[in-house]
């Protein structure tokens, strides 16, 4: 399985951006996806993920993320508005379901992430 994350860069607080995790060897139709952040000192943490149909946020990013998903491409997006210099960090994709803090061991798949800073 690879994962490679694209699409982040420095934004104003206010702005808005869309990253892209493009997979090979795992099929995110069949199974969760998720978008992980990661700020300096801190946790990693599940913000957004996707299983099937439903979508599911973490509450410090509910009503300005969206979690999508390009079956076809075998990429998974996540649409970033009103960013906020709290959301700053490295982001990753992962083929897990879990929001919130999560053990970087117990996710069997990481990319190298991409990094977001809101200023």
């Known amino acids: 399985v690879q994962l490679v994350e694209s699409g982040g860069e420095s934004v104003q607080a206010g702005g808005s951006l869309r990253l892209s995790c493009d997979t090979s060897?795992?099929?995110?139709?069949?199974?969760?996806a998720a978008w992980f952040r990661q700020a300096p000192g801190k946790e990693r943490e599940g913000v957004a993920s996707?299983?099937?149909?439903?979508?599911n946020y973490a509450d410090s990013v509910k009503g300005r993320f969206t979690i999508s998903r390009d079956s076809a491409k075998k990429t998974v997006f996540l649409q970033m508005n009103s960013l906020k210099p709290e959301d700053s960090g490295m982001y990753y994709c992962a083929p897990d379901c879990r929001l919130g803090a999560v053990n970087v061991n117990s996710v069997a798949y990481w990319g190298q992430g991409t990094q977001v800073t809101v200023s």
């Open positions: 060897g795992y099929t995110f139709s069949r199974g969760c």
């Open positions: 996707i299983y099937r149909g439903n979508s």
